[in-house]
């Protein structure tokens, strides 16, 4: 099926570790997201790809970092200078930035103990 | 700057009757929109979207209308249902730009 996998679904993380967040989509989209959500908030974008090994800030990047090596692959490292981590994470992709619509992956619980 | 607004943070209809989500964008510039649906613990799924240079489209039980004289945009679910319970989402942008998520609003279906 074609879509957008994220994992782990659930991550605990103690507080002073790095932890990374995999995403995967097969719908052969150039451009690729990452948003943080807070309970009863809306999204908020960390960073973004337009096209393989190019990718910029978005809203609140400080304390997280990406790479982008493959077309299929955009993973999120959330590091231990991200003060406050614990939130829902999720993936998005689309054919390009601009007028496509963004679909996004199931999410990812990231949870600091 | 820019940014995409709700009137309604909950809405609450009984099953069967129509709802109505309202979006208030202030980028005039905007030529691309699109709703969401959220449902708790998962990730937005697209419902529909328009372009600036209609008024109104339809999909399957809903209807998208864009008025850009008031830069007001709105979802129109029909014969509303329990699965219809969600958190709904308007985002916005230009061609060049990415898009620009509102705060969300809340529907509640209840019998």
């Known amino acids: 099926d074609g879509g957008i996998t994220q994992s782990p679904k659930y991550l605990f993380r103690k507080e002073g570790q790095n932890v990374t967040l995999s995403c995967e989509q097969n719908?052969?989209?150039?451009?690729m997201y990452w948003y943080r959500q807070d309970p009863g908030q809306g999204l908020r974008l960390i960073y973004y790809s337009q096209i393989v090994n190019d990718f910029q800030k978005g809203d609140i990047a400080e304390g997280y970092s990406v790479s982008r090596e493959k077309k299929e692959s955009f993973p999120l490292t959330v590091t231990s200078a991200q003060k406050n981590p614990t939130a829902f994470y999720l993936c998005a992709s689309s054919t390009g930035l601009g007028g496509n619509t963004i679909y996004f992956g199931e999410g990812s619980w990231l949870t600091v103990v | 700057g820019e940014s995409v607004g709700l009137h309604l943070p909950t809405l609450s209809v009984q099953e069967g009757d129509n709802s109505i989500i309202n979006c208030a964008y202030s980028n005039s510039a905007s030529d691309y929109f699109i709703w969401y649906k959220q449902e708790s613990g998962k990730g937005p799924q697209f419902i529909i979207d328009?372009?600036?240079?209609?008024d109104k489209r339809q999909g399957q039980r809903v209807t998208v209308l864009l008025n850009k004289t008031v830069k007001h945009l709105s979802l129109q679910i029909a014969a509303t249902q329990p699965g219809d319970s969600a958190v709904y989402f308007c985002a916005e942008n230009q061609w060049t730009d990415k898009l620009i998520f509102g705060t969300g609003t809340r529907l509640q279906v209840f019998p």
């Open positions: 719908l052969n989209h150039d451009a």
């Open positions: 328009i372009r600036s240079n209609m």
